[in-house]
């Protein structure tokens, strides 16, 4: 098992930054995938944004060139532990609760960090 906490969020005006972080533990070995997706009110689950055990990132084509995604190399490990997601130039459309994923062999979840982009 699991288990995926994210930290950060909060409410920030348009063009603000934000960043969230999210914490693996448990059977950390052999996750392959960490990364976020997002939920806004009154529409689907999105994919925002994703690193792999690599080093390989990918990006909703909306977030690209203003949210990166990173990982605590200062753990010196291959696994992934430890990543973050900093979210720059932030508009009122990324208002969203952001979920915390880590994949190793399935989709294991966090609790919802929410963010508010609001003047």
């Known amino acids: 098992q699991v288990q995926v906490v994210e930290s950060g969020g909060g409410l920030v005006q348009p063009g603000g930054s934000l960043r969230l972080s999210c914490e693996a533990s448990g059977d950390r070995s052999s996750i392959a995938v960490m990364g976020w997706h997002r939920q806004a009110p009154g529409k689907q689950r999105e994919f925002v944004a994703m690193i792999t055990r690599g080093n390989n990132t990918d990006f909703n084509e909306s977030v690209k060139g203003r949210f990166s995604i990173s990982r605590d190399d200062a753990k010196n490990t291959m696994s992934l532990q430890m990543v973050y997601l900093q979210m720059n130039s932030l508009k009122p459309e990324d208002t969203a609760v952001y979920y915390c994923?880590?994949?190793?062999?399935?989709?294991?979840w966090g609790q919802g960090a929410q963010v508010t982009v609001s003047s």
């Open positions: 994923f880590a994949q190793r062999f399935k989709m294991y």
